[in-house]
């Protein structure tokens, strides 16, 4: 490649993000990687703010259900548009947003380093999930820590709660909820992890499918994006989210299933475990299993069937509710 064709102040490559400020973070943290495998000022990468239909501030304050909202296109439409039409060169994604099929013209081939996976309990109040009242008001807005609340604590009071890091905080502190949750990653992402009362291990509560990752998505022609692309991708977190994807494609996963999953790498094999819960935490349905790091798309898949053959019948029945 000829060196002209590198990013330069003059002609800067167009990082594409929503404006919250975890969104603003993970594109810094890519273009700060972009700067140093590339040898490059900051001044060659033009972080672009796109704003999402998620990102609609009475909507948010609304705490209306995501699924009667748009599901999980809602963060990621606009940005998408933006890059089918040039105006940004590459986009910026937490992968537990992004639907498991991209558009006609679109790839999504590199992830930075995951980060932690676990969920984070924050509470002015408790230390954690146990210590929380018989009855006390949790907030959440995710099918999957409501219900995965439900099933371990059916006397709970669930309410929902959008927004980001510092609105969910300013709820707690008027009162609205005793506790909710956010992804550790992103508290670490934001340097704020005093918030947190603590993480929760997985086996207490199994985390989204790509909690933790960080996607980066170009256009499928683009060579020049490919190119640069290359040098920050991390195969480790490829090779997990090849198999949590794939279990989730195969439950048809939408922001109206709760589902959790996760895939650690151990020496030259993936273990994956997975659940589905229906939505009032009555049931929770999980399997796992192990395969080479090369089988890790046929794991979900497989971990997916399994979950599919166990789960009796009606038990899918809400979704077309």
Not at 38 to 48: I, Y
Not at 195 to 201: E, K, N, Q, T, V
Request: proline letters at 6%.
């Amino acid at each position: 490649m000829a060196m002209t064709q590198m990013p330069s102040p003059d002609q800067p490559l167009k990082l594409g993000t929503r404006g919250s400020p975890l969104a603003l973070a993970q594109a810094y943290e890519t273009r700060a990687r972009l700067m140093a495998a590339h040898d490059l000022p900051e001044a060659a990468f033009e972080v672009v703010v796109i704003k999402t239909t998620g990102d609609d501030r009475a909507m948010i304050a609304s705490d209306k259900p995501l699924k009667e909202i748009g599901n999980k296109g809602l963060f990621t439409k606009e940005i998408e548009e933006a890059m089918l039409e040039g105006r940004i060169d590459i986009a910026i994604h937490s992968m537990k947003d992004m639907p498991t099929v991209q558009p006609e013209g679109l790839i999504l081939d590199t992830y930075l380093p995951r980060e932690d996976v676990r969920d984070a309990f924050v509470s002015l109040k408790a230390a954690g999930i146990g210590d929380l009242p018989e009855g006390a008001v949790v907030g959440t807005s995710s099918l999957r820590r409501r219900a995965q609340l439900l099933y371990r604590r059916p006397d709970l009071k669930l309410v929902e709660f959008r927004g980001n890091v510092q609105t969910r905080r300013q709820k707690l502190a008027d009162g609205v909820a005793e506790a909710t949750f956010l992804a550790m990653a992103g508290l670490n992402r934001l340097g704020m992890t005093e918030l947190a009362s603590g993480a929760i291990d997985p086996e207490e509560m199994l985390p989204a499918v790509a909690q933790g990752a960080i996607g980066i998505e170009r256009r499928t022609g683009d060579e020049r994006a490919a190119m640069l692309l290359s040098p920050i991708h991390d195969i480790p977190t490829e090779q997990r989210l090849n198999a949590e994807r794939a279990f989730l494609a195969t439950l048809d996963g939408s922001c109206e299933t709760p589902i959790a999953g996760l895939a650690l790498i151990e020496g030259s094999e993936i273990w994956m475990r997975g659940e589905i819960l229906r939505p009032d935490g009555s049931e929770c349905l999980r399997a796992e299993g192990r395969a080479s790091l090369s089988d890790a798309q046929e794991l979900g898949v497989d971990i997916a069937r399994k979950l599919l053959d166990q789960a009796p019948a009606g038990f899918f029945d809400w979704k077309d509710a």
